[in-house]
């Protein structure tokens, strides 16, 4: 992928539409296929912890789900959501992954960026 990252840095992009055009172009350097997900995330199985729990880590959870891949928690910086169940998963702070978890866990980031 940091030859898309380069190559995108080189290109100067004036309109949304030169935005997307890149990204067709592209398309195939960035995704990944389903099977493969569920091959390299398969070593992780119950140390899957999505970092985020909002409507982007609801979304991909049920990706997940759908692809019969587990999380086991929702990890999330706000502290009010600690210790409540979002989605069938408990929510618990990004410091007790570890404890929780342990060193291998996977930690995935789902959160919004807008």
Do not use: W
């Not at 380069?6 to 100067?12: D, G, H």
């Not at 195939?28 to 729990?53: C, F, M, R, S, W």
């Not at 789900?65 to 409540?84: M, Q, R």
Request: charged content about 30%; hydrophobic content about 40%; aromatic content about 8%.
């Amino acid at each position: 992928m940091s030859g898309l990252k380069e190559r995108t840095k080189r290109l100067k992009m004036n309109s949304v539409k030169d935005i997307f055009d890149t990204y067709k172009l592209h398309t195939k350097d960035i995704e990944i296929p389903l099977e493969q997900v569920k091959l390299e995330l398969q070593p992780y199985e119950n140390k899957i912890v999505l970092y985020g729990a909002g409507s982007a880590g609801i979304a991909f959870l049920h990706y997940l789900i759908d692809a019969e891949i587990f999380p086991c928690y929702f990890a999330d910086g706000d502290k009010e959501k600690h210790g409540k169940i979002c989605e069938g998963l408990e929510v618990i702070a990004p410091e007790s992954i570890i404890e929780r978890v342990g060193s291998d866990a996977m930690v995935i980031v789902t959160i919004n960026t807008d």
